[in-house]
């Protein structure tokens, strides 16, 4: 534990931060899995609407600085990638 003031109340912070940041890494990965089932699955309407779903939970995270944005980026491409396969 620390003695100092200032290293107890960065503690604090830190704990408060990555309890948020845990909300919303979470959130972007249950939206990116949705998105996988339903692209496994081959529903092509339901794959787009959950592919949304996943683009938007993905840029609030990178936006948040939770993920990085090229991390982001990557994700939605790969994402993209594999709905543009299933329409072909």
Sequence with gaps: MANIKSAIKRIRSSARKQKRNRVVRGQARSAVKKA???????????????????IIALDH??????????SAARRKSRLMKQLNQLQK
Excluded: F, P, W, Y
């Excluded at 996988?36 to 996943?54: C, F, I, N, W, Y």
């Design 36 to 54: 996988r089932v339903t692209l496994a699955e081959g529903k092509r309407d339901e794959a787009q609407a959950s592919l949304k779903e996943a």
């Design 61 to 70: 995270a990178a936006g948040k600085g939770v993920i990085h944005k090229n």
